[in-house]
């Protein structure tokens, strides 16, 4: 019974373990974006801290493993239960201290979560286990214990509880482990009543977080956001957040705004009809991205339109915007318009395997932050957009600022160009993003500014239309490489030029 117990808690330890690991590294990425450099950095600091711990079991004597483990156990489930919620509330409302707090957590845990399996190895030899068997049969459960929680995190935990409550669960989780050991060792556990008791209390405050996490999450991401914040959810892609003050609101994606209602028109307006209204004739349009419909209200103005098909990977997205009265009311039901059909799947792999050919298309991907957005800005998914485009139809992408991050902007034209198709350059001022940048591309030559509009606008006419494709002196045309599958430069562009604006 108390060799099962061990092995027991050797699956939940490693589950937990882990769990701390993911819940920290996704935690920093949807706080600080750049999700690789976040997940690198927190991992290699755990996995180092993890070596401390293991070398400091050493010091533990004999006579005092058991109780170390226990002690051990239950300070893991506070600090990592609760972990998850102080540098949420840290960075809402202590934003400077932030990354200090973020490795010092990241450290703690990892030394004490080192020490784990080193303890466990001792109580399994003072019960006369034979190594071989001992080593293997606590390395196949740690293991096992990994794959478990890693399949879970992302499936189940991270959509379905959040990370606040899933950081709550696994000290709930821990500390559990060390009651489990204080029944089966009762006997030889000094001052077992007095531990099991503080395990309880532990246990206790970790389920009224649990509890409240809710609470605790929307009250830090109205200090993140600065306004009431009416829908928050956590999907397997991203974290949605939307806010309100008075007639504003605003669509968060991992931190980073995606729209104001107050100057979302200007945008879209200019996303949309530089295109749309030189293809009088336009009938299929395609939006990739955009799973907010306000592109696809646009698209829906133009008579002529007879399909639209809209891709966006997250169905919470889609739902969202189909479901929700004030957003409905902003993208003018665009959802649900008979001429419009949602796929929720991957954009690439929907290219690869539609067949379907558009005279209009348009990309409007989030920013290239990280390595997963900076591919659907690549050569080969230009090229793979562009088998899809009518020969004497236009595509347009959104293409980040001009202004602030050239070296991306322009890079992105290159892009577009070595994937064969010519390009036509344009921004617009949007006061939410400052000076936001387009490029229109096609495998025709040509291409005349409208000089009419023939859907109704509240920013665009004929004369600010043709004004969108003039740059100043201050921001002229960069020679930049274009962005490669293999070297994915763009993502290293856009981190570089958003750097130097921070500062």
């Known amino acids: 019974m108390r060799d099962r117990a061990l092995i027991l808690s050797v699956l939940i330890v490693a589950s937990c373990g882990l769990g701390y690991e993911l819940i920290t590294s996704a935690l920093a990425s949807y706080l600080l974006g750049d999700s690789i450099l976040q997940f690198s950095s927190v991992i290699g600091c755990y996995l180092f801290a993890m070596g401390i711990g293991s070398w400091l079991s050493r010091y533990v004597e004999d006579e005092d493993v058991l109780d170390r483990f226990i002690d051990i156990e239950m300070l893991i489930g506070l600090v990592g239960g609760v972990s998850a919620a102080v540098l949420f509330l840290v960075f809402a409302w202590l934003s400077a201290p932030f990354r200090a707090a973020l490795y010092i957590t990241v450290f703690v845990l990892g030394m004490m979560v080192g020490m784990e399996i080193p303890l466990v190895m001792r109580i399994f030899n003072q019960r006369r286990s034979e190594f071989r068997e001992l080593v293997s049969r606590v390395l196949t459960f740690d293991y096992l214990g990994a794959l478990v929680v890693s399949l879970v995190f992302p499936i189940l935990l991270a959509p379905r509880l959040g990370l606040l409550r899933t950081a709550f669960l696994f000290g709930i989780l821990n500390t559990g482990v060390a009651l489990w050991t204080i029944l089966a060792f009762r006997g030889e556990i000094r001052r077992a009543r007095y531990r099991g008791l503080r ?296 981190d570089e030029d958003w750097r130097r604006v921070v500062r």
């Open 199 to 494: 395990g309880v209390l532990v246990i206790g405050l970790l389920a009224l977080g649990l509890g409240y996490a809710g609470r605790m999450t929307t009250w830090a991401e109205n200090g993140i956001y600065g306004d009431r914040v009416i829908h928050a959810e956590t999907t397997p892609f991203q974290r949605l957040v939307v806010t309100r003050w008075k007639d504003d609101m605003r669509l968060y994606i991992n931190g980073n705004l995606q729209f104001s209602t107050r100057d979302e028109h200007r945008y879209h307006e200019a996303l949309v009809h530089p295109g749309l209204q030189a293809l009088p004739g336009a009938r299929r349009v395609l939006i990739l991205g955009g799973g907010d419909g306000l592109a696809a209200r646009e698209v829906l103005k133009s008579a002529t339109v007879q399909q639209v098909t809209l891709v966006d990977l997250d169905p919470a997205m889609t739902r969202l915007f189909s479901t929700s009265a004030p957003l409905r009311a902003l993208n003018r039901d665009a959802l649900h318009d008979r001429r419009i059909t949602v796929v929720n799947e991957d954009a690439g792999r929907w290219l690869e395997e539609s067949r379907d050919m558009f005279d209009f298309i348009i990309v409007d991907f989030p920013d290239p932050s990280n390595f997963g957005l900076g591919r659907l800005y690549s050569t080969p998914v230009f090229r793979l957009i562009g088998h899809h485009l009518a020969e004497r139809g236009y595509l347009v992408v959104q293409s980040t600022s001009p202004y602030f991050a050239p070296r991306s902007y322009w890079s992105i034209d290159a892009t577009l160009r070595e994937a064969g198709l010519h390009t036509w350059p344009y921004h617009c001022d949007v006061p939410s993003f400052g000076d936001w940048g387009f490029i229109l591309a096609g495998k025709r030559s040509d291409y005349q500014p409208p000089r009419r509009l023939s859907v109704p606008t509240r920013y665009l006419d004929p004369e600010a239309l043709a004004a969108l494709f003039r740059f100043p002196a201050d921001m002229p045309r960069l020679d930049m490489p274009p962005n490669r599958l293999n070297e994915q430069s763009l993502v290293r562009y856009f």
